[in-house]
């Protein structure tokens, strides 16, 4: 796969040599891929990195509070992570654009311990 590309495409290897001054294409090797679903995320850095964890919140019922389940860590330079938020941000401008925007619920307040209020 060619990043960028569609996936039903076929993978061609380039019939011309690429000229210095044209981005270079970066090919992905997919096929070790595994795709994981996210509900949860939490942040985490210092001053060289900055770190992403990805899980998934099943509440079940009875249990407070729920369980979480981190299933994956990405750790990423500043200066890449900064790149992940522009790419992010263009990306959720498009999505916006071509389907409306996208609504955000209000934070959730604390509750309270029984007995307080």
């Known amino acids: 796969m060619i990043f960028g590309e569609e996936e039903d495409q076929p993978m061609e290897p380039r019939q011309q040599p690429q000229q210095p001054s044209q981005p270079q294409q970066v090919r992905l090797d997919a096929s070790a891929m595994e795709t994981v679903y996210a509900n949860f995320f939490a942040l985490a850095g210092s001053p060289d990195e900055l770190v992403i964890y990805f ?19 990405l750790m ?32 959730r307040r604390p509750e309270n311990p029984p007995g307080q209020s």
């Open 55 to 73: 899980g998934t919140n099943s509440p079940l019922p009875n249990v407070n509070p729920p369980a979480i389940k981190v299933s994956h860590r």
């Open 76 to 107: 990423l330079l500043p200066a890449n992570a900064k790149r992940l938020l522009l790419a992010l941000q263009q990306a959720v401008k498009a999505h916006e654009d071509r389907f409306g925007p996208i609504e955000l619920p209000p934070p």
